[in-house]
């Protein structure tokens, strides 16, 4: 019963480089997640989707973060042009049924930003 | 005021101890409520999920959810050092996608 997949665990990235994270949910689920947690503070929501469809992105950067989630392949956020101050863990956690529903973390990406 | 508070400790407890964990939250619409604990450099891990005002029980842990009152806590029995860990409240709303965490709370149990 695999969990949620992230890829890279670790990524290392020049300022103005893209950064591409990838996000494979468990077996069965349909509803995809991003969190980013910065040293020392909490989780923040930002983007949630569904195969093909961005449903909130009300917690994503309006320039240079995107995300998608094909109907083929893994979830991916995209960040343009990275700066120092994207350097975070980013989380990916998936969902049955969304919602109110439990959601199931996987082990993350923590980006650095040189 | 944010979403969720939580106190960010540290707590100490000596092994064998119950460990009380708590969390306000600030939307008296919330429905659904959880408990992650996440170890230093990891993924939050699911722990519990409460729906309904009073306590649910798994293994040495129980959670408790006063809406009235806009709190939900933690209990972890017979704690262990193993459960040192940062433990992360999460309320969503149900109108809104999103969970809103808390900044989590540092418990150290001590052997």
């Known amino acids: 019963n695999a969990g949620v997949m992230q890829n890279p665990r670790h990524l290392v990235r020049r300022r103005g480089q893209e950064a591409r994270l990838r996000c494979s949910p468990v077996?069965?689920?349909?509803?995809v997640y991003w969190y980013r947690q910065l040293p020392e503070e909490g989780l923040k929501f930002m983007v949630y989707?569904?195969?093909?469809?961005?449903?909130?992105e009300s917690g994503m950067p309006k320039e240079r973060f995107s995300a998608e989630f094909p109907k083929e392949g893994p979830s991916i956020l995209r960040i343009q042009q990275v700066v120092r101050g994207d350097s975070a863990a980013y989380f990916c956690a998936s969902s049955k049924r969304g919602g109110l529903n439990e959601q199931f973390f996987g082990p993350g990406t923590r980006l650095t930003v040189l | 005021q944010k979403e969720v508070e939580q106190n960010s400790g540290p707590l100490s407890v000596p092994e064998g101890a119950i460990a009380s964990l708590n969390c306000t939250y600030s939307?008296?619409?919330?429905?659904?409520f959880f408990w992650y604990r996440q170890y230093s450099g990891k993924s939050p891990e699911l722990i519990m999920s409460?729906?309904?005002?009073g306590d649910k029980e798994d293994g040495r842990f129980t959670a408790q959810l006063n809406k009235a009152s806009q709190y939900v806590s933690l209990l972890i029995r017979d704690s262990q050092p193993s459960d040192s860990a940062t433990y992360l409240c999460?309320?969503?709303?149900?109108?809104?996608?999103?969970?809103?965490f808390g900044t989590g709370t540092s418990l150290t149990v001590i052997p």
């Open positions: 077996k069965g689920h349909s509803h």
């Open positions: 939307d008296r619409g919330s429905q659904s």
């Open positions: 989707l569904q195969k093909e469809n961005i449903i909130d």
């Open positions: 409460i729906y309904s005002n």
């Open positions: 999460a309320v969503n709303t149900g109108y809104s996608n999103q969970f809103y």
